[in-house]
C-alpha cells in the first residue's frame, strides 16, 4: 500500500513539474501563461535581446508573425515583433546588416497602426549616408512620430525622443524648402531658355532664311535647342555665344567644330576665351565669303589680338 501511494505521489508531482515547466516565465504580466501563448512568446523574444541572444529573438519575433487568431487584446505584440525585427535587420543586430527588410518590416508596422515604426523610419529616412535617404520619406514618417509622442505621457525619455524627431523633421523641411526653391529658379530657367529659343528662330528666319527654309518652326526649336546644349559641352553659355553658334551651324554645317581647323583655334592657349574666339569665327566666315584668301590672324588683329594666344 505505502509502495502504490509513493507511486501515485511520484506520478502526480511529475505532472505538476511537467504543467509548471510548460508556463511561461518571462514577467508577471505572463503569469499563468503557457510558453506558447503569444505574450510569452514576445517577452520570451525580449529577454533573448537584452541578454545579446539576438538570432534567438529573431526567432521568436518571426514565430509570433507567423500565428493566426491571436486574441484582440494581444494583437498589438505582433506589432511590435514587426517594428522588433526591422530594428534587427535595418541595423544588422546579430545579422547581415539588411536595410531595405528592414524598413520592409517598419512600413508593415506602420499601415497596421504601429506606434513606434514611424520613429524608428524617421531617423532611417534622415541617414544622408545610406542610399534609402529621402528627405521627403524623413518629414512624412518624423511629422508623424512626432504627432504619436505629443500625445504621450511627458517624461525626460520622451522629450529626448521628440527633441531628435523635431530635429530630422527641421533638417527635412529645410532641404524641401532648398529643393522648392531650385525647382523654381529651374523652372524660371526653362522658361527664359524657351522664351530666347523662340526669339532666336523668329531671328534667323528673318536673317537667314536660306539655311531655314527647310525647317519647320518645331524642326528649327528643335535644332536650336540641340546646337544649345552642344554649345554648352563647349564652355559656350552666353544668349549672345549660342547665337552665334547656332549661326555657325546652320552656315557652316552642324559639324563646323569638329573640322581640324576650328579644333585647333579652340585649343590654343592663353586668350581670348572661347565665346570671344566664337564670336571672331563668326567674324571671320562672313568676311572669308567676301574675301577667301583672308586669314584668321587677321581677324584676331582687328579685334585687339596681334597673334593667337596673346
Known amino acids: 500500500m505505502v509502495k502504490i501511494f509513493i507511486l501515485l505521489f511520484g506520478f502526480i508531482f511529475s505532472l505538476f513539474c511537467l504543467a509548471d515547466d510548460n508556463l511561461c516565465q518571462h514577467g508577471e504580466d505572463t503569469a499563468g501563461l503557457t510558453n ?5 512568446i514576445f517577452r520570451a523574444g525580449q529577454n533573448d535581446f537584452h541578454n545579446g541572444n539576438y538570432n534567438d529573438a529573431r526567432v521568436k ?11 484582440q487584446e494581444f494583437s498589438i505584440h505582433k506589432l511590435h515583433a514587426r517594428e522588433n525585427l526591422g530594428y534587427l535587420y535595418f541595423y544588422g543586430i546579430g545579422m547581415k546588416e ?18 513606434e515604426a514611424d520613429k524608428y523610419l524617421c531617423f532611417a529616412y534622415a541617414n544622408s549616408d545610406t542610399i534609402i535617404f529621402s528627405f ?3 518629414h512624412v514618417h518624423c511629422s508623424k512620430a512626432e504627432s504619436i509622442y505629443e500625445k504621450r505621457i511627458s ?20 532641404e524641401l524648402d532648398k ?19 523662340q526669339q532666336l528662330r523668329k531671328d534667323l528666319r528673318e536673317k537667314m532664311p ?21 554649345a554648352g559641352d563647349h564652355d559656350i553659355k552666353s544668349k549672345r555665344g549660342v547665337v552665334n553658334w547656332v549661326v555657325l551651324a546652320l552656315s557652316s554645317g552642324n559639324d563646323f567644330y569638329q573640322k581640324p581647323e576650328v579644333k585647333n583655334y579652340f585649343k590654343l592657349p592663353g586668350k581670348p576665351n572661347a565665346e570671344t574666339r566664337l564670336s571672331i569665327l ?14 584668321i590672324d587677321t581677324i584676331f588683329a582687328d579685334h585687339g589680338y596681334h597673334k593667337m594666344g596673346d
Open 36 to 40: 506558447s501563448h503569444p505574450l510569452c
Open 61 to 71: 519575433w518571426k514565430t509570433l508573425l507567423t500565428m493566426d487568431s491571436i486574441p
Open 98 to 115: 539588411n536595410l531595405f527588410l528592414g524598413l520592409e518590416y517598419w512600413h508593415e508596422a506602420t499601415s497596421l497602426g504601429g506606434q
Open 136 to 138: 521627403r520619406k524623413t
Open 155 to 174: 517624461t525626460k525619455k520622451i522629450e529626448d525622443i521628440l527633441a531628435k524627431i523635431r530635429e530630422k523633421k527641421a533638417f527635412a523641411e529645410n
Open 179 to 197: 529643393y522648392k526653391t531650385e525647382k523654381q529658379m529651374i523652372k524660371a530657367n526653362e522658361k527664359a531658355r524657351i522664351h530666347f529659343h
Open 210 to 230: 536660306k539655311e531655314t527654309n527647310s525647317y519647320t518652326d518645331s524642326e528649327l526649336l528643335a535644332y536650336i535647342d540641340q546646337q544649345d546644349k552642344i
Open 282 to 295: 563668326v567674324d571671320y566666315l562672313i568676311v572669308k565669303k567676301k574675301n577667301p584668301a583672308i586669314k
